[in-house]
């Protein structure tokens, strides 16, 4: 089965909440697993939560990484979305585990994008000659 895109979500439980209330930290974890993963980097948004927890998203010509942290339950709640086959999620997901120093992660995959002609490899980008406007 071919799919326009990857999702994953991903439950980080059991976490460092030191790391998770750092943003600094959480910024730089999140730009590195996109950059572990070979995406391309579009955009970087963060914003820190008053008493705690960070809301962070990295744009990538791929898609996007983001993340929601609550360091209170040492927890974070993280999405990754690519489109395409050259970019391999599960190597940034496998990151993510690693530096949030979580004990305790899950995973759920989830394919985006399943057409009609899903026995075929379809492209994440149509050539402009191919599109027509309706």
């Not at 959480?26 to 705690?52: C, G, Q, R």
């Not at 599960?90 to 949030?100: G, N, S």
Request: with cysteine; hydrophobic share 45%.
């Amino acid at each position: 089965m071919y799919a326009l895109g990857t999702h994953l979500l991903i439950e980080l439980k059991d976490c460092n909440p030191e790391i998770l209330k750092n943003l600094s930290m959480v910024k730089e974890v999140l730009v590195s697993a996109a950059k572990e993963a070979k995406a391309t980097i579009v955009d970087v948004s963060f914003h820190e939560f008053n008493p705690f927890g960070i809301s962070g998203m990295v744009v990538i010509a791929e898609s996007h990484l983001s993340i929601h942290t609550w360091p209170e339950y040492a927890y974070a709640a993280i999405d990754i979305f690519t489109c395409g086959d050259i970019i391999k999620p599960e190597t940034a997901a496998q990151y993510l585990i690693e530096r949030f120093e979580s004990r305790n992660p899950s995973i759920v995959e989830v394919k985006r994008g399943i057409i009609s002609c899903a026995n075929e490899r379809l492209p994440h980008k149509i050539c402009e000659p191919e599109l027509q406007m309706v």
